[in-house]
């Protein structure tokens, strides 16, 4: 099957050219992490799995995951996680 | 950090979920915009977590449709807090006096600042409004500003406006002084009048025109030295010179064919106290005054903390000498010599600078009970005074 080009939308291109910050205005996710300490995730739109040791969050950009060790929540909303503990590892799983 | 103390007054839970669907549990909760914080993960199935008190009741829903169950492990923050000890009884007392103090204290005026004042002596209008009843250590409410801005418009000379807000604990007043007589600058033309009648006895001029002559009789207010010189051409001058006249001054009285005068038996009573803004508690010896006659003086102490926060709490010691009022009769001239020393000395409290008295004299006339007195200076001063050359043409 022949790979689509995905195709950058106007609104996107647009916005990129004048610089603003493209997690306020379009809402793509922001991932920052803190050296090994935690993480933040802005707009997020689930869990689909946690525990100790594994995160994993579903985004609108797809499946990102944190490996780490004694990872708690530090705050949860509808729109953001902070996260804690010591971090080893992610990835992005896009769709 | 915010969030924390606010998280602390509102009170939350820390409560346990137990179930085989604890993400979608939590997707659920914050879908409902139910706020959880420092989620952990104990062990398969089971996590612990923070709730807001509001947030538990809501998440009944999320619960059931994931099958978790929700059990509370602890309650936290100041509402639980003061409910758990809602029958403690001194607990609540120390709340209530603790509310009780803040809102006591911060019904006094701890300061009193003065803005504004230049010329006029921030102490003067400090007195002037403590007898207006404002002043460190009273208490704050109830006060007509409008009738405080009168009387002190009345007691301190020389203000214009005065203002008083009170903010907090602190009264501040604004002054507006009134600004004086422009004066009259030593090259600007002017006149020289009379300050007060006399006779003039020496006229020295150094610029102007004379009006009058040595031994005129002059009346307060005249011309003496005028700045207008009339000659080819009309010039305004500054008129400089001194001009000296003989005066009179003058002052009536009545006295009665007696004297007083008290003398101490060394007998000392003293009567401690400790006033709170308008309120005076006796703490040593209760009685007002055991004595008849008695020499009354009193000694006041702000108690103060670093030198400038006044509290509002006072020391006060009154003491009570004991005097003997002995009482002389005199004979009219007795009288006469005796009360014209005050009024001599009154008078001459009232003589301005470099004033030579030259004569005292006094006369008196019997009356029924006692003798009027008029007592007269004779001076010699200088009696020149500028003021400005008013144009009538």
Known sequence: MKKKKRKIPAAERAIEAIDLPSELVLGTPCITVRGDRGATVENLSGIVEYDENLLVISTSLGIFRIKGEKLTIKSLTDVDIELCGRIKGFDIDAD | ?393
């Open chain 2, 1 to 393: 950090m915010l969030i924390r103390i606010i998280n602390f007054f509102r009170g939350y839970l820390v409560i346990e979920a137990c179930g085989a669907f604890l993400e979608r549990f939590i997707n659920l909760a914050i879908k409902s915009k139910i706020y959880l914080w420092d989620i952990e993960k104990k062990e398969k199935n089971k996590a612990e977590m923070k709730i807001s008190i509001r947030g538990f009741h809501r998440i009944r829903k999320a619960a059931y449709r994931t099958k978790t169950r929700v059990r509370i492990k602890e309650k936290r923050g100041l509402p639980p807090y003061l409910h758990k000890r809602r029958k403690r009884k001194a607990f609540l007392f120390g709340i209530a006096v603790f509310i009780a103090a803040v809102i006591l204290l911060t019904s006094f005026i701890w300061s009193v600042e003065i803005e504004g004042a230049e010329k006029i002596e921030k102490n003067s209008i400090r007195d002037a409004l403590r007898s207006c009843g404002i002043g460190v250590g009273v208490v704050k409410y109830n006060h007509d500003k409008r009738v405080i801005q009168r009387e002190m418009m009345k007691k301190v000379p020389g203000l214009s406006w005065i203002w008083v807000d009170i903010k907090g604990t602190r009264a501040i007043v604004t002054v507006k002084e009134r600004t004086g007589k422009p004066e009259i600058k030593s090259d600007d033309p002017c006149n020289i009048v009379a300050s007060c009648d006399g006779v003039i006895t020496r006229m020295i001029v150094r610029d102007g025109q004379k009006m009058v002559q040595e031994g005129d009789v002059v009346s307060k207010g005249q011309l003496l030295v005028s700045g207008v010189m009339e000659g080819a051409e009309l010039q305004l001058r500054h008129a400089d010179g001194e001009i000296y006249a003989t005066t009179w001054h003058e002052k009536n009285g009545s006295f009665p064919l007696s004297k007083t005068e008290s003398l101490k038996t060394g007998r000392v009573y003293k009567k401690h106290s400790v006033a709170v803004g308008g309120f005076s508690i006796p703490v040593y010896h209760f009685k007002r005054s055991p004595y008849k006659d008695a020499d009354v003086s009193e000694k006041e102490y702000s108690l103060h903390l670093w030198g400038d926060l006044y509290l509002p709490l006072r020391l006060k010691t009154e003491v009570f000498e004991e005097t003997n009022i002995l009482k002389y009769d005199l004979t009219p001239q007795e009288a006469a010599l005796y009360y014209s020393g005050e009024l001599f000395a009154e008078l001459e409290d009232g003589l301005s600078d470099g004033t030579k008295i030259l004569d005292r004299d006094m006369q008196y006339v019997k009356t029924e009970n006692g003798i009027d007195l008029k007592c007269m200076l004779t001076c010699s001063e200088n009696i020149s005074e500028t003021r400005e050359i008013e144009i009538t043409e």
